[in-house]
T-cell receptor, first 112, second 115 residues
């Protein structure tokens, strides 16, 4: 069974631009969560989606948004990029809400 | 609210020596506890998890962890370190209610293996 895939793996954007990251969960998994990982703040929860609905949201500004499609694939969008948004963005999927999470390799976003 | 504290941002051990990575948690409800490993430029891989069954949990790659409620600890151990164990290790807690705020992670411990 294929694991969680994230595209692109690496991304360089300019401050003020917007970016969309994609996550394809493991087949059969209906829950997708997103995390931001930075050296200073560590791993922080962004949001969780289940059955196309956002179930939970972390403490991030409204510039961070996401959605989930009927096939459980998820995207997250960051608008008006700031230098501090440079991070590794990890996606994780699980069969159900709160279930064991399986992480993808992440998307490394660099904002210049 | 829940939180995780990992003692020691860096731990260095010799190859063949005991590995001990410390994790203390706080949770208002019986917790679900996890250890994840992250190799450079990769995502997180689950090593083991505690979900209120046996207090001694065995995971992959020879790692195990013991849940001690009285000490609110979930330390990770491995009897004999191998060079391939060098990585970043994260302890995490979940209230298990359905991902109200996802997993709460510790800051991580970088494990260094000396030859």
């Amino acid at each position: 069974k294929a694991g969680v895939t994230q595209t692109p793996r690496y991304l360089i954007k300019t401050r003020g631009q917007q970016v969309t990251l994609s996550c394809s969960p493991i087949s059969g998994h209906r829950s997708v969560s997103w995390y931001q990982q930075t050296p200073g703040q560590g791993l922080q929860f962004l949001f969780e989606y289940f059955s196309e609905t956002q179930r939970n949201k972390g403490n991030f500004p409204g510039r961070f948004s996401g959605r989930q499609f009927s096939n459980s694939r998820s995207e997250m969008n960051v608008s008006t990029l700031e230098l501090g948004d440079s991070a590794l963005y990890l996606c994780a999927s699980s069969i159900a809400e709160g279930g064991e999470q399986y992480f993808g390799p992440g998307t490394r976003l660099t904002v210049t | 609210a829940q939180s995780v504290t990992q003692l020691g941002s860096h731990v260095s051990v010799s190859e063949g020596a005991l590995v001990l990575l410390r994790c203390n948690y706080s949770s208002s409800v019986p917790p679900y506890l996890f250890w994840y490993v992250q190799y450079p430029n990769q995502g997180l891989q689950l090593l083991l998890k505690y979900t209120s069954a046996a207090t001694l949990v065995k995971g992959i790659n020879g790692f195990e962890a013991e849940f001690k409620k009285s000490e609110t600890s979930f330390h990770l151990t491995k009897p004999s370190a191998h060079m391939s164990d060098a990585a970043e290790y994260f302890c995490a807690v979940s209230d298990g209610r359905g991902g109200a705020d996802g997993l709460t992670f510790g800051k991580g411990t970088h494990l260094i293996i000396q030859p």
